[in-house]
C-alpha cells in the first residue's frame, strides 16, 4: 500500500509567480485535504477535495485554487505569490469517513 | 479564542519521567479527537485517536471530557525518541462544510533529556 506522495519536495519562488504543488493520495482514498503550516504553528486546513469537487475551504483567499483527478491525486495552485506564503504545505488523504488522515512529506515553499 | 489551543512548552523532561499534555477545543459539537507526532521538519503522524472513555496505546494514555471539551495525552517511562511536538487535533464536523476537516493546535514541543 502506497502513502500520500507529494512533490516537489522543496521550491522557491519569487513573490508575484504563480505555484503549482502536487499530490497523490493513498490508494483507495477518495478524500484530500491541503494545509498549510508555517513556522512554529500547526497546520491550517486550506481545503478539501471529496470525488473531484471541493467539499470545503478554510480561510484563504481565492488565489489559492485547488483540484482533483479521477484517480484522486490533486493539485494546489497559489497566484500571485506573498512572502507568507513561505510555508511548509502538506497533502493529507483519508477513506472519506471520521478518521485519522495519512499525511505526505510535504512541500517546503520559499518565497523570496 | 483559537478552535483548538494547546501549552507550546517546551517540556523539558528526563528520560524515564512521566509527562503529560493538556487541550482544550472550543467547538462542542466536534465528534473526534487525535494525537498527531511530528518530527523537526517531517509531516504530522497519527499518535492515536481520542476515545470518549479514554483509550492506552503503551506508555500512552489519551484521554477525552466533553463536557470540559478538553484532550490530554499522558507518556510514561518517557524515550529520548518521544521528542518531538505532539499536536491536539480535532475534526472539524460542526464548523460546516468539509466533515473531515482537521483543526489543529500549535502543538507542544518535548524534549526528553538523557
Known amino acids: 500500500e502506497t502513502g500520500v506522495t507529494q512533490s516537489p519536495t522543496h521550491l522557491i519562488k519569487t513573490r508575484g509567480q504563480q505555484v503549482t504543488l502536487r499530490c497523490s493520495s493513498q490508494?483507495?482514498?477518495?478524500?484530500v485535504s491541503w494545509y498549510q503550516q508555517a513556522l512554529g504553528q500547526g497546520p491550517q486546513f486550506i481545503f478539501q477535495?471529496?470525488?473531484?469537487?471541493?467539499?470545503g475551504r478554510g480561510n484563504f483567499p481565492p488565489r489559492f485554487s485547488g483540484l482533483q483527478f479521477p484517480n484522486y491525486s490533486s493539485e494546489l495552485n497559489v497566484n500571485a505569490l506573498e512572502l507568507d506564503d513561505s510555508a511548509l504545505y502538506l497533502c493529507?488523504?483519508?477513506?472519506?469517513?471520521?478518521?485519522?488522515?495519512?499525511f505526505g512529506s510535504g512541500t517546503r515553499l520559499t518565497v523570496v | 479564542r483559537k478552535e483548538v489551543e494547546q501549552d507550546p512548552g517546551p517540556f523539558n523532561v528526563p528520560e524515564g519521567a512521566t509527562v503529560a499534555f493538556n487541550c482544550t477545543y472550543s467547538?462542542?459539537?466536534?465528534?473526534?479527537f487525535f494525537w498527531y507526532r511530528q518530527d523537526c521538519r517531517k509531516e504530522p503522524k497519527l499518535l492515536m485517536s481520542?476515545?470518549?472513555s479514554g483509550n492506552e496505546d503503551g506508555r500512552f494514555t489519551a484521554q477525552l471530557n466533553r463536557a470540559s471539551q478538553y484532550i490530554s495525552l499522558l507518556i510514561r517511562d518517557s524515550k529520548l525518541s518521544d521528542s518531538a511536538t505532539y499536536l491536539c487535533?480535532?475534526?472539524?464536523?460542526?464548523?460546516?462544510?468539509?466533515?473531515?476537516?482537521?483543526?489543529f493546535g500549535t502543538g507542544t514541543l518535548l524534549a526528553v533529556q538523557p
Open positions: 481520542v476515545y470518549s
Open positions: 487535533v480535532v475534526n472539524g464536523r460542526g464548523y460546516g462544510g468539509a466533515t473531515n476537516k482537521l483543526i
Open positions: 493529507a488523504s483519508s477513506p472519506g469517513t471520521l478518521y485519522g488522515y495519512t
Open positions: 477535495y471529496y470525488r473531484e469537487e471541493e467539499n
Open positions: 467547538n462542542s459539537a466536534s465528534q473526534s
Open positions: 490508494s483507495g482514498h477518495n478524500t
